[in-house]
């Protein structure tokens, strides 16, 4: 077995504790409705199984957002939260489940082993023939995406609040993802929630609990479980993407040496699998490579405030020439050099202009990019450059799907650490690790052990003197009051309406502003009202938007951009080149007046 229970750290005493807020809190065998859920409950025979048909009553605010349903994990371990939604995505996917294979993982958060066994019971009571379940009900968020893709699956469920804090205190999530891998369309979506206002039986299989910690295939009836080693199917993806002989070369090197922070969460087996047994780098090069069920207490979020520690060993004299950590489920990245950080919105750009000569996957060229609306311009000049169609969609990454689906979009990403190529259907930080260890492997391939080597700033300082540098940066105020935050967007809403070209913003010069809407070039879908923009006549921009992927309250996020091609200038750090735009940004959102915070929780 690759995950064993030593492996995955002495989890069993939280285990415990979970099982017994459960029978307090009466996740499933409550008292009040589950004592009337028990005694009225119907069975019925399928596929060689029991079904109970167990009565249940809605919840308010079941909304399924762009990242899925996040809330705090006491919420979900409340009687039958969790198992409405998940009968109600069975119900609004309606008979076209019958007889499919369903994924199943998670990020090893608090509470998601008990939540497997729920949805395992209600996929085996709603018709679905198998699920496939990460080994200690683990699977990173874009391994899920190469499970579903590589295996032909229906979908897959993902217990993940991603880059939120885990434990009993604080977030839980889960979110669907279809057929491609991607995460679930609104149209979907939008069914969902319309079930979750009206459910009222929960097709529940009466079958026991399974062992998720033994590999295998476990049968009832016609049912069936199969418990898989979670790196596999994504390990065989990355495969057919890289060069492993390369890179293997690489990480042998002497003079080369790096740290992947996988800050007690999931993507911690996975570094050693790939990193450490597939490409030979030490073990010692894993940090936190112990997923925890509250990440060990802290917050799981790649960025310079979350990974501190990371950033201390970068800083240091005698650091590693590549740092690189990932977040709560795997999907964000966020990449370092010696005392040197890479900006997520340069990330992916230099890795689109550097994919087809470094990564085999690319070499025949790239079908397009694409980037999120608040991400910086640095990808749209290496579309320019490279001749290739370029797309600005709304934040999500099933915007970027549609656009693989169809062959018009190769690399992608995020300002939000997010980066990804056209493999799978979500954002990978393992694949932007790779792909940045790619690129250093090619470009110092000749050079002789002992030589300078070619780092990750020189890459980056390269790219700028090409393209230009792109200055980002991005103020995160999380939970603040959400009637305030929207008063805020309100009154930017106002300011909107009423500025008009030509308009002077302290120093800057108004070219437009608006609320950004997107009209999918695919489907024809339209999304509105996805972030609040000023764009200046020298290319510099100032967006403000309200994140839903918190669990409670709202974060304000303020993204402040400016360009320039400046030899002079290029090296100068982010926060002193944007300052004069920070000022205005925050003068004409009133943002510290609406909210009454005086700095952000975040800076990236």
Not at 513 to 530: H, R
């Amino acid at each position: 077995m690759r995950l064993t229970q030593q492996a995955l750290g002495a989890r069993g005493t939280v285990q415990s504790r979970v099982a017994k807020a459960c029978a307090r809190m009466g996740a499933g065998h409550s008292k009040g409705r589950g004592k009337a859920a028990k005694a009225s409950a119907s069975m019925a025979a399928v596929a060689g199984m029991t079904v109970k048909q167990v009565p249940t009553k809605p919840y308010e605010g079941q909304k399924t957002g762009t990242s899925g349903l996040r809330k705090k994990t006491k919420e979900f371990m409340q009687e039958n939260y969790l198992a409405n939604w998940v009968q109600s995505l069975f119900t609004a996917l309606g008979d076209e489940i019958k007889g499919q294979s369903l994924g199943l993982g998670g990020d090893g958060r608090y509470f998601g082993k008990e939540g497997a066994q729920i949805i395992i019971k209600l996929a085996a009571g709603n018709g679905f023939n198998k699920v496939v379940v990460g080994q200690n009900a683990l699977m990173a968020t874009p391994a899920a995406s190469a499970l579903i893709r590589r295996r032909k699956l229906y979908g897959g469920l993902i217990m993940s609040a991603s880059h939120n804090p885990g434990g009993p205190e604080n977030d839980f999530g889960i979110k669907f993802n279809y057929t491609g891998g991607e995460p679930a369309p609104e149209r979907i979506t939008d069914k969902i929630y319309g079930e979750t206002t009206k459910v009222s039986v929960l097709n529940m299989a009466d079958i026991p609990d399974v062992d998720l910690s033994k590999l295998g295939v476990t049968k009832f009836g016609d049912f069936e479980v199969e418990v898989v080693d979670p790196v596999e199917d994504y390990l065989a993806t990355l495969k057919s993407v890289f060069d492993f002989d390369l890179l293997r070369g690489f990480l042998a090197r002497k003079d080369f040496s790096l740290v992947f922070d996988a800050m007690h969460a999931v993507t911690g087996p996975y570094a050693k699998r790939i990193l450490v047994e597939e490409l030979g780098a030490p073990a010692s090069c894993v940090k936190d490579g112990v997923p925890s069920p509250d990440f060990n207490g802290g917050h799981p979020d790649p960025n310079l405030t979350y990974a501190e520690e990371l950033v201390k060993i970068m800083w240091a004299d005698s650091a590693p020439a590549f740092g690189a950590a990932s977040d709560g489920d795997g999907d964000r990245n966020m990449i370092l050099g010696h005392k040197f950080f890479v900006n997520p919105s340069d990330s992916v750009a230099i890795i689109a202009a550097n994919a087809q000569a470094c990564i085999p996957y690319f070499k025949g060229g790239l079908k397009g990019v694409a980037r999120s609306m608040p991400t910086s311009g640095a990808l749209d000049r290496v579309a320019a450059d490279l001749n290739v169609p370029f797309f600005e969609t709304p934040t999500g990454w099933k915007f970027f799907g549609n656009l693989m689906d169809a062959g018009k979009c190769s690399v992608c990403g995020e300002e939000s650490f997010g980066t990804g190529g056209d493999h799978i259907r979500e954002k990978d930080g393992i694949f932007a690790v790779l792909s940045w260890l790619s690129i250093l492997a090619s470009k110092n391939k000749d050079a002789p052990e002992g030589a300078q080597l070619v780092t990750v700033q020189d890459v980056s300082v390269e790219h700028w003197k090409k393209y230009g540098r792109n200055f980002f940066s991005r103020y995160d105020y999380e939970e603040c009051a959400s009637a305030d935050a929207n008063k805020m967007v309100d009154h930017l809403r106002s300011v909107i309406a009423a500025a008009k070209p030509g308009d002077k913003l302290g120093e800057f010069t108004l070219a437009a502003a608006d609320d950004f809407e997107y009209t999918d070039p695919i489907d024809g879908s339209k999304a509105s009202k996805q972030g609040l923009r000023f764009v200046f006549t020298d290319g510099s921009r100032i967006i403000f938007r309200l994140s839903g992927t918190g669990s409670s309250g709202a974060t304000i996020r303020m993204y402040i951009e400016q360009y320039t091609s400046d030899p002079a200038k290029l090296m100068l750090d982010a926060q002193e080149a944007l300052a004069p735009i920070i000022k205005v940004a925050l003068e004409v959102s009133k943002l510290q007046e609406f909210t009454g915070r005086t700095s952000p929780t975040v800076i990236t």
